[in-house]
């Protein structure tokens, strides 16, 4: 059974750093896309960038290049979706999410969602 | 970048009712083109891949249709169940992109 299991949730202040994973298990790591969703409630989903776990290949989303860093750890089969600098903007529900079924296209399965609180 | 808008953003309707939802591609984006059905609290879930094409499990109550740039998503005989937010979400070889979203209630 494919499963994508992301870490607990974390509240944070700003200007502090953090990283988040999300753990795969049930298919081979390295054939399939990693994606990172954020979802603000009440303000939709956009998709933040997707690593290649071959060769940590990471194509981005523009308007999230710069402020996080993806990135994954072949052997433990988990990416992960860093900060080093917290804004308050960035308190969401972060989802990682893989296209196994369909593709580098498509997003069929999809961890629990990490909230991320950042507040001073 | 390709905007994707969808309307209602939100509608109520009954048990068994058949309601459609309408996504909008701001270019031609061919029938690369899903819908997503997501509850409160949980992940995403695929429903409905290429516009048209089921994701194996998801009830045949369900289907879409569409390319270019105008897309439709129905539920046929609603069920109490359904009431969710849906997505659109279009992709392209620069990134994906998520419509604003419907809320669906049942009256």
């Known amino acids: 059974e494919v499963q994508l299991v992301q870490s607990g949730a974390e509240l944070k202040k700003p200007g502090e750093s953090l990283r988040i994973s999300c753990k795969a298990s049930?298919?081979?790591?390295?054939?399939?896309?990693i994606s990172w969703v954020r979802h603000v409630p009440g303000k939709g989903l956009e998709w933040m960038g997707k690593?290649?776990?071959?060769?940590?290949?990471?194509k981005s989303n523009p308007s999230f290049q710069g402020h996080v860093t993806i990135s994954v750890d072949k052997s433990a089969t988990t990416a992960y979706l860093q900060w080093s600098t917290l804004e308050a903007s960035d308190s969401a529900i972060y989802y990682c999410?893989?296209?196994?079924?369909?593709?580098?296209?498509?997003?069929?399965?999809w961890g629990q969602g990490t909230l991320v609180t950042v507040s001073s | 970048d390709i905007q994707m808008t969808q309307s209602p953003s939100s509608l109520s309707a009954s048990v068994g009712d058949r309601i459609t939802i309408t996504c909008q591609a701001s270019?031609?984006?061919?029938?690369?083109l899903n819908w997503f059905q997501q509850k409160p609290g949980k992940a995403p879930k695929l429903l409905i891949y290429d516009a048209s094409k089921l994701e194996p499990q998801v009830p045949s109550r369900f289907s879409g249709s569409g390319s270019g740039t105008e897309f439709t998503f129905t539920i046929n005989n609603l069920q109490p169940e359904d009431t969710a937010t849906y997505f659109c979400?279009?992709?392209?070889?620069?990134?994906?992109?998520f419509g604003p979203g419907t809320k669906v209630e049942i009256k």
């Open positions: 690593i290649d776990p071959v060769n940590s290949y990471v």
């Open positions: 270019q031609d984006i061919n029938t690369y």
């Open positions: 049930g298919l081979i790591f390295t054939s399939v896309w």
């Open positions: 999410a893989t296209g196994y079924n369909h593709g580098p296209y498509y997003f069929d399965y």
């Open positions: 979400q279009q992709y392209d070889i620069v990134k994906f992109t």
